[in-house]
C-alpha cells in the first residue's frame, strides 16, 4: 500500500521505516529539515536499537522516503498522524497545536477512500473533532484511531509485533470500511497473531491514555511501598517479588526506584487529569494527581538520601551520576528523573558530573550548567559518591572490587535497586538502595 506518516520523532520515524519493512511503499513527512535530511541518509536522529541498521535495510529496497514537503502526501491511500502531543507551558493539558496542523495540513491532499490515521497520544474527544474535518474536506475518506502503545528502547520489535492492534472507527462497527483498509496494512502483525479490536472514537483514545495511567499508577504503588518499607526496615525488591508472584499483580512495573519520567507517562497522566476535569469527571482521577506526587516525592528523596550517603552535606561533594536518560536504551532525556535529581544536588552546592552512554549530548541542551562526561572510567574517578540512576547494562556490570581504587569514597546510591547490595558491602563499600534496608 502507499502510505505517508507525518510526522517522523521516535514515533514516526520508526513507523515508517517498520511499515516500508513489510512491504508498503512510505513517505516520511516532517517540518524539521536536519531530521528529513538524516532521515534520508538512512541515519536514525535519535538512539532507539535497531532503527539504523532498519533505515539501512529498508532504504535499498527504494520503498522508503522522507520529505518536509505535505503534497509528497498525496497518492497515498493512508496517511499515519504521528506528530508530537507535549505537556502545554504551565498548564497540565496537551498541546494540541502539532497534530491539528499535521490535519490541517493534509487535508488539501487527501483523495476519496483515504484513510487518515491518528497514532499519537490525544485527549479523548480529539478524533471525533478531527473526523469532522476530514469529512468536511473529503466525505468519503475517513479518520480511524489507532494508538500507539510501543517502548523506547524496543520501538522497532513492538511496532513489528505489537502485542494488540486497536482500530477506533466513527461507528464502533467490523464493517466500517477503514478496517479492511487497516487489517492489509498490518497483516503481517495480525496474521503472526497481534489480537486486534475494533471500537469507537472515544473507546480507542482512552485505551492509550487509560493504559499509561495504569502503568503510571503501577509504578508509583510500589514506590510507595518503597517510602512504607524504608520507615518500617523491610525489603520492597522482595517484597515485590513475592507479590508480583500472584498473576492478577505480576511482577513486571514494580521496580521502586526513582519514578518514572519521559515523554509519555507524566504528561499523560497530567493531559487525562485535564481532558477529566472538562468533561466533569474529575473525581474519577484525583487519585492520578497523587500518583504523580508520590512520583515526584521519589527524586526529593534521592537528593535527601544523598545528603546523608555524604555525611550531612553536600556542599562541595563530587557526585557521579550514572545515566542521564530516562531509561536505557534510549537517549531520550525529556522528563527524566535522573537529570533532575543530577540538576537538584547541583543546585545544592555539589560538584556533579554526569555520564551516560548515549544521552550527554541531549542532557547538555536540557542541563547546560551540568558538567557531563562520557568516559566512564574518568567520571567515576575522584568521586565522593556514585548514584546510579538509570540501568543501562555498563552500570549494572560495574565491578565494585575494581571500582574500589578510583573513587575518593566508596558510597554508592542505587536508584534503581539493580546492584547486588551485599557485594558492594562486601567490597567495602557504603551501599543505600530505596525502599531497603
Ligand atoms: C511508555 C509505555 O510503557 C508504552 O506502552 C507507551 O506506548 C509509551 O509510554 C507511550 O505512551 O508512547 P516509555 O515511555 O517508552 O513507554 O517507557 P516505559 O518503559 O514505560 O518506562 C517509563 C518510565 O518508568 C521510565 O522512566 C522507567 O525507568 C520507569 N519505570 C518503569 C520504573 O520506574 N519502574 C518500573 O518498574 C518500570
Request: with cysteine; charged share 25%.
Amino acid at each position: 500500500m502507499r502510505i505517508s506518516v507525518i510526522g517522523c520523532g521516535y514515533l514516526g520515524a520508526v513507523h515508517a521505516a517498520c511499515m516500508a519493512k513489510l512491504g508498503h511503499d512510505v513517505v516520511g513527512i516532517d517540518v524539521d529539515e536536519r531530521k528529513i535530511a538524516e532521515l534520508s541518509q538512512a541515519i536514525a536522529p535519535f538512539y532507539e536499537p535497531g532503527l539504523e541498521s532498519l533505515l539501512r535495510d529498508v532504504q535499498d529496497t527504494g520503498r522508503l522516503s522522507f520529505t518536509t514537503d505535505m503534497s509528497a502526501a498525496s497518492g497515498s491511500e493512508v496517511h499515519f498522524i504521528c506528530v508530537g502531543t507535549p505537556q502545554k507551558k504551565g498548564e497540565n493539558g496537551a498541546d494540541m497545536t502539532f497534530v491539528d496542523a499535521a490535519v490541517l495540513g493534509l487535508l488539501p491532499y487527501l483523495s476519496p477512500e483515504n484513510i487518515v490515521v491518528g497514532k499519537s497520544t490525544v485527549p479523548v474527544g480529539t478524533a471525533s473533532r478531527l473526523a469532522d474535518l476530514v469529512k468536511a474536506q473529503e466525505h468519503t475518506a475517513h479518520l480511524v484511531w489507532n494508538p500507539e502503545f510501543l517502548r523506547e528502547g524496543h520501538a522497532v520489535s513492538d511496532t513489528l509485533s505489537p502485542d494488540r492492534l486497536v482500530y477506533g472507527v466513527s461507528d464502533g462497527s467490523e464493517d466500517h470500511p477503514a478496517v479492511a483498509v487497516l487489517d492489509e496494512v498490518y497483516a503481517s502483525a495480525l496474521s503472526n497473531g497481534s489480537p486486534r479490536l475494533v471500537t469507537d472514537h472515544p473507546t480507542s483514545e482512552l485505551v492509550k491514555t487509560a493504559a499509561n495511567s495504569f502503568l503510571a499508577t503501577k509504578i508509583s504503588f510500589i514506590n510507595a511501598m518503597a517510602e512504607v518499607c524504608e520507615a518500617a526496615g523491610a525489603d520492597v525488591t522482595l517484597l515485590a517479588d513475592a507479590i508480583g508472584m500472584d498473576d492478577r499483580i505480576g511482577r513486571k512495573f514494580l521496580n521502586a526506584g526513582i519514578g518514572f519520567g519521559g515523554g509519555c507517562l507524566p504528561k499523560d497522566i497530567r493531559a487525562f487529569m485535564a481532558r477529566a476535569g472538562e468533561l466533569g469527571a474529575d473525581q474519577a482521577l484525583t487519585f492520578l494527581r497523587e500518583v504523580d506526587a508520590i512520583n515526584m516525592r521519589r527524586r526529593s528523596r534521592v537528593v535527601e538520601l544523598t545528603r546523608e550517603v555524604c555525611g550531612d552535606i553536600l556542599l562541595g561533594q563530587r557526585i557521579t551520576v550514572l545515566g542521564a536518560a530516562f531509561k536505557p536504551e534510549s537517549d531520550d532525556v525529556r522528563d527524566s528523573p535522573a537529570l533532575s535529581i543530577a540538576a537538584q544536588l547541583q543546585l545544592q552546592g555539589a560538584v556533579v558530573t554526569v555520564t551516560d552512554p548515549k544521552a550527554l549530548t541531549n542532557a547538555a541542551r536540557r542541563f547546560p550548567e551540568l558538567h557531563y562526561e562520557a568516559d566512564l572510567d574518568r567520571a567515576i574517578s575522584g568521586a565522593d559518591a556514585l548514584l546510579l540512576l538509570t540501568e543501562w547494562q555498563q552500570y549494572r556490570d560495574l565491578d565494585p572490587y575494581a571500582l574500589a581504587g578510583s573513587v575518593a569514597s566508596r558510597r554508592i546510591l542505587d536508584g534503581r535497586n539493580i546492584l547486588d547490595a551485599a557485594k558492594w558491602r562486601a567490597a567495602g563499600w557504603s551501599y543505600r538502595g530505596l525502599g531497603r534496608p
